[in-house]
């Protein structure tokens, strides 16, 4: 019997969660880059940030990204 594949809708933005909220918006690059971004590409992070199940994992995730957005990057 197939089982039924789970689809992440693209076109959903996800809400921020208040851990990485408080992480863009305390480092004045990473906040910068975080407003120029399309909401496409902001959603793409934060897909990325909470696709991180285990606590360790998404702290990781979070400090990657400052470092990345810091750096200019603006996709994961």
Do not use: H
Not at 11 to 19: F, G
Request: glycine share 6%; hydrophobic share 40%.
């Amino acid at each position: 019997m197939m089982e039924k594949l789970k689809y992440i809708n693209k076109n959903r933005p996800y809400k921020m969660p208040a851990d990485l909220q408080r992480a863009v918006f305390s480092t004045p690059k990473a906040k910068a880059v975080w407003q120029d971004i399309t909401s496409l590409a902001r959603n793409e992070w934060i897909c990325w940030v909470i696709s991180g199940k285990k606590a360790g994992a998404r702290y990781i995730r979070i400090k990657k990204a400052l470092s990345k957005l810091t750096g200019g990057m603006r996709r994961p």
